[in-house]
């Protein structure tokens, strides 16, 4: 397993993609500080955390980036030659996963940096309460956490259709059109979806008392857990083109 991890870990560093995808996560982060602080004007507590939450901006590029890196041989049919040097596609799978998991954490945790030093001083002429250290700790756990989940969670979506477009435009119809749709049947249904508790999950404050931060978080572990186990079984079953 640690040889499978080691291969899939270099395949992640010698590809343009990691690379694409951090470089974007960077500066999408840079942006919402920026936007967040310049424009939002936040002088509460809950307001200078929002300002900081990267949870919220690195849920669609780093699910998409876990759709992508999972559907990739199968795109560039490469599959084959990586199942005849490890039969056992479960555990390919799984070695891909963590490579895909690690990689995240790393993106995360530049992201969580960037958005601390960039956000930190601008808030120190902020009128208001300061943040306190659980305010901190949530916002740079909860980045992490929605980092390694979410792509977590695109892995899971990108072996479960394997074929990369149908994937990505899959979960951006998703994302931004049918799950607010959700709110039509409950009011509370949207935000047991992948945008609002990563939000949540990432620092912000509650939208509703529907939605805690531990249950933000069990919800994005439900959600990768699913398409993960749904993708696994389907995996073992599916031939190899």
Known sequence: ???????????VRTTRTALGFGIASVLLVVAYVLVAMLAGDPTTAS???DSLNVGGVLSV?????GI?????EYRHR??????????DRIRLTLARLLAYILTALAVGVAMVVVALALGLPLLSSQPGPDLAGDDYAMIIAGGLIVASLTTALGVGVGVLVRNQVAGVVGALIWLFILSPLLGLIDES?????TLPAAGVAGGAAAPDEDLTWTGAV????VWALVFN????LAERRRDID
Do not use: C, N
Not at 68 to 72: D, I, Q, W
Not at 78 to 84: E, Q
Not at 189 to 193: E, G, I, K, R
Not at 229 to 232: E, N, S
């Open 229 to 232: 186990v749904l993708g696994l």
């Open 68 to 72: 992508v890196g999972a559907t990739g």
């Open 78 to 87: 490469t599959i084959a030659p990586a199942v005849l040097i490890a039969p």
């Open 61 to 65: 590029p780093l699910l998409i980036f």
């Open 47 to 49: 307001d200078k955390r």
């Open 189 to 193: 249904l949207p935000s047991y979806t």
């Open 218 to 221: 069990a919800v994005l572990v």
């Open 1 to 11: 397993m640690i040889a499978l991890l080691r291969g899939e870990l270099i395949k």
